[in-house]
């Protein structure tokens, strides 16, 4: 069955840097497009960044721009989520996200989740 599993969380000072890392399984990796999704406390879900599947394209939710790069190793089944100038406002739940097509239309599976916390 398709797994996902988020790492790299935790805390960060305003303006440091995480990278997340979202390991696969159960699925042919190189084949679908895959995101980044957030929940911050007391809101909704807020798409962050994804990428197609061979790599080629990338696109990001306009908070983020310019400051976050997502990208994919296809030999490891791995997607990472590279993330600088942090701010106070990027605290949330971060999900790694499949998609149902090699480009982005629609997410269909999601991991567990890992919290980023940014805080003095």
């Known amino acids: 069955q398709v797994q996902l599993v988020e790492s790299g969380g935790g805390l960060a000072q305003p303006g440091g840097s995480l990278r997340l890392s979202c390991a696969a399984s159960?699925?042919?990796?190189?084949?679908?497009?895959m995101s980044w999704a957030r929940q911050a406390p007391g809101k909704g879900l807020e798409w962050v960044s994804g990428?197609?599947?061979?790599?080629?394209?990338?696109y990001y939710a306009e908070p983020v721009k310019g400051r976050f790069t997502i990208s994919r190793d296809n030999a490891k089944n791995t997607v990472h989520l590279q993330m600088n100038s942090l701010k106070p406002e990027d605290t949330a739940l971060y999900y790694c996200?499949?998609?149902?097509?090699?480009?982005?239309?629609?997410?269909?599976?999601w991991g567990q989740g890992t919290q980023v916390t940014v805080s003095s």
């Open positions: 159960g699925f042919t990796f190189s084949t679908y497009a």
């Open positions: 990428i197609y599947s061979d790599g080629s394209d990338t």
């Open positions: 996200a499949k998609d149902r097509e090699h480009y982005l239309l629609l997410l269909d599976y």
